[in-house]
């Protein structure tokens, strides 16, 4: 299993996890995080034929897209505005929630006080 671009803390949690994990299956997992060269990670583990052109492969579909369009389902298009998150009776009103936009390769840490009694609602959007 290849996991492609992962954010970067992904790599320290592999090293503290794979440890727990049999070698068997520890052995089928790469890591790949948005500073690494992925596509010659892959490319030493699949055969061109078998990795999308736009991939550095050979691969196109049948209607000749190297990004194989019709065998993945890679969103290309903005989420429409319609699937967005709207409150409910239950939310907090948009007035009172946090926003914070997170480059990629970047983090930000928010620190809150939570009452044990109150729900706590995590929204993320990409």
């Not at 034929?49 to 298009?77: S, Y």
Request: aromatic fraction near 8%.
């Amino acid at each position: 299993m290849f996991i492609v671009n992962a954010p970067p803390f992904m790599s320290l949690l592999w090293k503290a996890v794979s440890p727990l994990i049999p070698e068997r299956t520890r052995s089928k997992v790469k890591i790949c995080t948005t500073n690494s060269d992925w596509k010659s990670v892959i490319q030493k583990h699949a055969k061109p034929e078998n990795i999308p052109a736009h991939w550095g492969g050979e691969l196109v579909d049948a209607n000749g897209d190297g990004m194989c369009r019709d065998r993945l389902n890679i969103p290309f298009d903005p989420i429409p505005k319609h699937l967005y998150w709207t409150p409910d009776e239950r939310a907090p009103s948009l007035e009172d929630l946090n926003c914070a936009v997170i480059p990629a390769g970047k983090a930000k840490v928010v620190t809150y006080v939570v009452n044990s009694q109150e729900p706590t609602y995590i929204v993320v959007n990409r």
